[in-house]
């Protein structure tokens, strides 16, 4: 602390099951080196320039028990804070933004985190963990040329950033903790990570000198430098862990040109670094398709979408069936036919249909649990937020989780009751169809609705174990749901037959499937 400027921000499992910011569960406030909550500007100074860094604190207050605390939200009130950060910091050399949250899973109000920080060269981030390793490098870059750059976990995977502006060109590289010798090249810096709208890029063009900051635990003995796989010499030592290069940047004014940096250090470790770069703006470099949607998209909005769809179209489906005329069924119907007439037989039965009905509504617009969404401060879950502590918190994750529900409980229930109805109308009874029926087929849906049920089942136990005991009992989404399902597939399967019998005549001259 009395040699290093320590920065340090929360993020969200420093906010989980948090009441207040006052509260003694709140670490970060007694054991940060900042230890104050909020965003913050905080501008570094130099003798040729500042240098802004701006703080997004999106933490949740109050910050609720997992899994509703994995989206950042920043509310009106916020958004005018860092508004005026922004433009205080307009007077500096360059500015950095960070935050725990990419922007992809901050939930804002327009014009949008992204627009806010439209003057930053950069945005720094973490919290997606490399996505379990799936994704070790997560960098993109806004419309308005600011470059998010997503950096894996220190604690599972011991990743570390260094940044550095030359000339007030922004360079970084991106490490694993031990790996020596560590090189960052300054000058010429990547073309890929370039922006013409925050730096000044002409100077690669007019620099005298390649420029590279190598380190390590051992000394340095050689620095050496290739443009397009031509050994241009060895960087001689500046000061400290600058090495230079003589250069003319003339000789590479066209096109991409491949930089690489070879350092070896007395203890006879080797690193080699490189990247493409130019002098021309009018060339063009992309990120990744994946990096770019997984950074860039606004992932809320887009559950949010999907789950408007997902209910939207089952919901249609139950209405249209109830309503349109019941298909004449010909001999040896296909499974089109028999998918089409089952739905009919579904919707036109009242039990199935005002149930499945409901249910669809209500997993919309009712609440999916009530119980201690922070440990003694009772909340309600909603598809669209979360009420707790006197706070509501718009939805987010709610919406992730609701596209689940639809996916693997509400529409499989739906599908599986209409099975077993064609069942029924075909003449046969649960035990009668596992030996006429296609055995393997009845076996292997009825194993699917089996562990789907089982999910369910374990969904109530998590959410006892989560939210207390008084949240399973006060679950229309969980313990209510597994009662009302299990009845309904027992209603299938002793449902009179006169209920049916009209739907039974018609089956008789048709070949089952």
């Known amino acids: 602390m009395e040699k290093t400027k320590w920065i340090d921000i929360k993020g969200n499992h420093d906010s989980f099951n948090i009441p207040q910011l006052d509260s003694a569960q709140n670490y970060y406030r007694k054991y940060s080196a ?10 570094h ?71 806010l920080m439209n003057s930053a060269t950069a945005y720094l981030c973490g919290h997606l963990h490399t996505l379990g390793g799936l994704m070790p490098v997560l960098h993109s870059q806004h419309r308005g040329g600011t470059l998010e750059l997503e950096l894996g976990d220190w604690m599972d995977n011991r990743r570390y950033r260094i940044l550095a502006f030359d000339h007030d060109l922004f360079s970084f590289v991106d490490l694993n903790f031990e790996e020596w010798p560590v090189v960052l090249i300054t000058n010429p810096k990547s073309f890929l990570y370039s922006s013409s709208a925050h730096e000044p890029l002409v100077k690669i063009l007019h620099s005298t000198h390649i420029r590279i900051l190598a380190f390590s635990p051992s000394a340095i003995i050689s620095v050496r430098v290739y443009i397009d796989g031509v050994h241009l010499g060895n960087a001689h030592q500046v000061s400290g862990p600058l090495y230079v290069l003589r250069w003319s940047p003339q000789n590479y004014s066209e096109g991409f040109h491949h930089i690489d940096v070879t350092v070896q250090d007395a203890a006879g470790r080797i690193s080699t670094r490189g990247h493409k770069f130019a002098m021309e703006e009018n060339l063009s470099l992309s990120f990744g398709f994946l990096q770019s949607v997984i950074l860039l998209t606004d992932h809320y909005v887009l559950a949010r979408v999907l789950f408007g769809l997902i209910v939207l179209i089952q919901v249609a489906l ?27 037989v579904f919707s036109k039965t009242n039990v199935f249909y005002y149930s499945i009905l409901v249910l669809n509504l209500y997993t919309v617009l009712g609440p999916w649990f009530v119980g201690e969404l922070i440990d003694g401060h009772m909340g309600a879950c909603f598809s669209f937020g979360v009420f707790v502590g006197g706070s509501f918190l718009q939805g987010s994750l709610t919406f992730a989780v609701g596209i689940l529900q639809m996916l693997f409980f509400n529409l499989p229930l739906m599908a599986y009751l209409c099975w077993c109805l064609l069942l029924r109308c075909q003449g046969h009874s649960f035990r009668s169809h596992i030996r006429h029926v296609r055995r393997l087929t009845a076996v292997l849906v009825h194993l699917a609705m089996t562990l789907l049920l089982a999910w369910q ?14 949240a399973f009992f006060l679950s229309p989404m969980r313990t209510w749901l597994v009662v009302l399902a299990s009845a309904l597939i027992y209603k299938t399967w002793t449902l009179k037959s006169s209920a049916l019998r009209t739907y039974r005549v018609e089956m008789k001259n048709s070949q089952s499937f």
């Open 318 to 344: 139950l209405v249209i069936f109830r309503y349109l005329q019941k298909p004449a069924l010909k001999e040896k119907p296909g499974l089109l036919t028999l998918t089409s007439y089952s739905l009919h």
């Open 457 to 470: 089942v374990y969904s109530c136990y998590f959410l006892q174990r989560t939210y207390g005991t008084l």
């Open 45 to 115: 100074t130099t003798s040729f320039g500042n240098y802004s860094f701006i703080c997004v604190d999106a933490t949740l207050t109050p910050g609720p028990k997992r899994p509703f605390n994995f989206f950042g939200i920043l509310n009106m009130n916020q958004m005018k804070e860092l508004s005026v950060m922004a433009t205080e910091s307009l007077h500096s050399n360059h500015t950095v933004w960070f935050g725990h949250f990419p922007t992809s899973v901050i939930v804002s109000p327009a014009p949008g985190i992204r627009t």
């Open 34 to 43: 900042w230890r104050k909550d909020g965003s913050f500007h905080y501008i």
